[in-house]
């Protein structure tokens, strides 16, 4: 399984990104999902995460600004961004845990990152 993460780019402060990950390759089940984020000269954070019963979590700064969603198709997730500003410009990964076979036990699988800067 790769995923694989777009949707990064510029945005100017008070507008909108949405990413999207991707999982190529076949798995058996989806158990969970997460966006992090690693700002510049800053360590990675947690920004979103969505668990196989639906329940998010959101970090501080972007609860009321950010949704994580998946499709119905449980192979790709979304992290709409809104009112984004300057403090959220970031490299921005993906990651999904995932059950690669019937018997087997899940583990992370990580994007390769997307860049956002939010900037006027």
């Known amino acids: 399984v790769q995923l694989q993460a777009s949707g990064g780019g510029l945005a100017q402060p008070g507008g909108s990104l949405r990413l999207s990950c991707v999982a190529s390759?076949?798995?058996?089940?989806?158990?969970?999902a997460a966006w992090y984020r690693q700002p510049p000269g800053k360590q990675r954070e947690l920004v979103a995460s969505l668990t196989n019963s639906g329940t998010t979590t959101y970090e501080d700064s972007v609860k009321g600004r950010f949704t994580i969603s998946r499709d119905s198709a449980y192979d790709t997730v979304f992290l709409q961004m809104n009112s984004l500003s300057p403090e959220d410009t970031a490299i921005y990964y993906c990651?999904?845990?995932?059950?690669?076979?019937?018997?087997?036990?899940?583990?992370?699988?990580w994007g390769q990152g997307t860049q956002v800067t939010v900037s006027s």
């Open positions: 390759g076949n798995f058996f089940s989806f158990e969970a």
């Open positions: 990651t999904m845990y995932l059950v690669e076979s019937p018997h087997g036990q899940p583990r992370d699988f």
